[in-house]
């Protein structure tokens, strides 16, 4: 891919998420911030030709302040390219619920921290964050403690720094972190629409940016079970289990901070309605011929993907005894429709999804509560659970399972509420 094409789908794919459809509208601006931080060297220019920094951050002051007083640092999330404050305003601010309004209008200082990279090392990242969350404390006027946290894989990130930080013995002075649908647990791609990433990639070399997510670093650190080529196991990745590793090496969690957490799936056990083993993707164009991808079921020799080329060699992706992820409580993210909308934007390779959305991040991961192993434990009925099962001081699960870090006002104000 050249860096113009580059540049151009990290424009089309939004800020916070997985994969958004290359069709989607791009964001209004945003209103200029009260500052902009840099951290790190300049990795790139985006479109226009500005620099992009390994980390950015725009910091909106509250109402009422002409510096930082009540500094709330929130953290993006996971997706191609680098972080747009216009795409982050929007989602932030434009959508059901205000949350950085309603953040500002209570006297908060919002600190939006953006990546250079948001695919890459969640470690590499939380540098960033350790010094952001360092120079709001110098900068800060008074003494009031920071709210520190972020939104999908920006949960991590920032879990991450504080723990460092107060591994290392310096003073972060947070009295509150919180996480936003983040997989503490793991998070879920399906494998057959993994397979089918890298199968496009093998075809076509230049067809190679969603199999290029998937094998990036912060993937691979995040993904519940992961494949790395067509052929390959689904399996848990050596990035992931040395993340662990040093994530518990740290003390796994910050031990000073209150710890919040909200999901954007049910907390009931009641799944998203998605039937298992049944297809998902269907290529209805000739130069992906009667390739079909399916739901995850349990059980050997599942088949999740068969993937046919007019010009390829056929392959057909299975696994073994990986429970029911798709149809779980949990956020979703509309995996299959997006990848067939990519497909439909292509000559002669048309595609239809019966099922357009799948989970994410099972709610057992977002308030951190339940391993991913087994069907039963996803289903885990959540609001009957005794709180103290969860590694968080409190948690708030959504009414519905819905899109990945979708900013409602149930959610939204529950938390601000505790800040």
């Not at 509250?62 to 930082?68: C, K, T």
């Not at 390219?81 to 932030?92: A, E, K, T």
């Not at 990035?239 to 662990?244: D, K, M, P, S, V």
């Not at 993907?305 to 979703?332: I, Q, Y």
Request: charged share 25%.
């Amino acid at each position: 891919m050249s860096e113009q094409s580059a540049e151009q789908s990290e424009q089309a794919v939004g800020t916070i998420g997985l994969v958004r459809s290359l069709g989607a509208a791009v964001p209004p601006a945003a209103p200029a911030p009260d500052e902009t931080w840099h951290f790190g060297r300049v990795v790139k220019e985006d479109a226009d030709g500005h620099p992009v920094h390994e980390a950015t951050a725009w910091i909106y002051y509250g109402e009422g302040n002409r510096s930082l007083v009540r500094p709330v640092l929130l953290a993006d999330g996971f997706d191609f390219g680098h972080s747009s404050l216009d795409g982050l305003h929007d989602d932030l601010e434009r959508g059901a619920y205000p949350f950085l309004g309603e953040l500002r209008r209570r006297g908060r200082d919002v600190i939006v921290l953006g990546w250079g990279d948001r695919s890459a090392s969640i470690t590499q990242n939380a540098r960033f964050a350790g010094e952001a969350v360092l120079r709001a404390i110098a900068q800060r006027v008074g003494g009031t403690p920071l709210v520190v946290g972020g939104f999908g894989m920006g949960g991590l990130v920032t879990r991450y720094a504080l723990a460092k930080l107060e591994h290392q013995r310096i003073d972060h002075q947070t009295a509150t972190y919180f996480s936003w649908d983040t997989p503490h647990r793991g998070a879920w791609v399906p494998i057959g629409l993994q397979a089918f990433a890298h199968y496009l990639k093998q075809l076509d070399p230049y067809n190679r940016a969603l199999s290029d997510l998937i094998n990036s670093p912060a993937a691979k650190q995040m993904l519940w079970r992961h494949l790395e080529s067509v052929r390959a196991p689904a399996e848990v990745t050596t990035e992931r289990e040395e993340f662990l590793a040093e994530l518990e090496r740290v003390g796994g969690w910050p031990r000073r901070p209150r710890l919040l957490a909200v999901a954007n799936g049910r907390g009931d056990g009641s799944g998203n309605g998605v039937e298992a083993g049944v297809p998902a993707l269907r290529s209805t164009g000739p130069v992906l011929p009667r390739t079909v991808l399916h739901t995850q079921r349990e059980g050997a020799g599942a088949v999740v993907a068969e993937l046919r080329a007019l010009l390829g060699e056929d392959e057909t992706a299975t696994t073994d005894d990986l429970p029911e992820c798709d149809g779980a409580p949990g956020s979703t993210l509309a995996s299959f429709s997006v990848a067939a909308a990519a497909l439909n934007a292509l000559p002669l390779a048309g595609a239809e999804a019966p099922v357009p959305a799948v989970c994410f991040v099972p709610a057992v991961s977002a308030v951190s509560v339940r391993d991913l192993d087994t069907t039963e434990l996803l289903h885990t009925a959540i609001d009957k659970t005794d709180p103290q099962e969860s590694d968080f001081d409190d948690y708030r699960c959504a009414s519905e399972n819905e899109p990945h870090t979708r900013i409602t006002e149930e959610l939204g104000a529950w938390l601000i509420d505790r800040f």
